[in-house]
C-alpha cells in the first residue's frame, strides 16, 4: 500500500444518542490500514477454521442469464466489524472521504481477502474449477458489504450515524449503524461466464461509490 489512508475528522462523524455504548469504538479507531490488517487477519483466521462460507451463485438478471460470481459470508469479531464497517477509519468512512478513496480501499479489501478466500475453497470444494473462482474474485466491480442487507440495516437504530453530507442528502438507510448478531462481512465478486470468462456488469451498480459518498448506502 503506497498511499497514504486518511480517517474521518472526529467531529465530522456524527453518531446517534441510541448507540451511545458504541461511541468510543468508533470514533477511537485504528488507522485505516491497521484496521484493515486487523480484519484479514480475522478473515484468514476464519479461514482456516472452516468460518468462511462459499457460493457459486449464478445471475438472477435475464440480460446476464449464464454468468456466476464468487460469494462468501467472512465472521468477525463485533468490535473488528464495527470499527472496519461504521467507524470513521473504515469501509464506509473511505467512501464518505471520497469516492475515489472509497473505491482504493475496496480494492485493497478484495485484493487481502483473495488468500483467506482460497484457503477457504481448499475446505469447501466447489463444483467450479479455482480459476474462474479467482477470476470472479479479481474481477471489476468485486465488493464486500454488510452480511444480511437489508435486514441489517433496516433493524438499525434510524440516525445512529449521520454524517452532515448524509442528512443533507436526505439519505435513511446510510445513516443507520447496523451491527448484526452474527457479525461479518459479504464478499460479492464478478459475475463472470465460464465459458467465455467475460464479465457481466450490471450499468446500475457503476454508481455505488458516488451512491456511498453522498448517501452511505448503495
Known sequence: MNRILRMVPREHWILGDKIASRHVRLLDVPTP???????????????????IRLIWRDSTDPDAQGFFRLEAFIPLSEQVFDQFFNGRSGYRAQYYLSPEEGILFNRDVIQGLREPLQVAYARQTLQVDLDL????IDGPHSKVWVSGNPSAFNSAPENSLH??????????LGCRAPLPDSPGLEFKGAFVHPVTRQFFVDELKLERACDLFSKGYS
Open 33 to 51: 490500514d491497521a484496521l484493515l490488517t486487523e480484519m484479514l487477519r480475522e478473515a484468514t483466521e476464519a479461514a482456516y477454521d472452516g468460518g
Open 133 to 136: 473462482v479467482l477470476t470472479s
Open 163 to 172: 454524517p452532515d453530507r448524509w442528512v443533507e442528502n436526505n439519505a435513511n
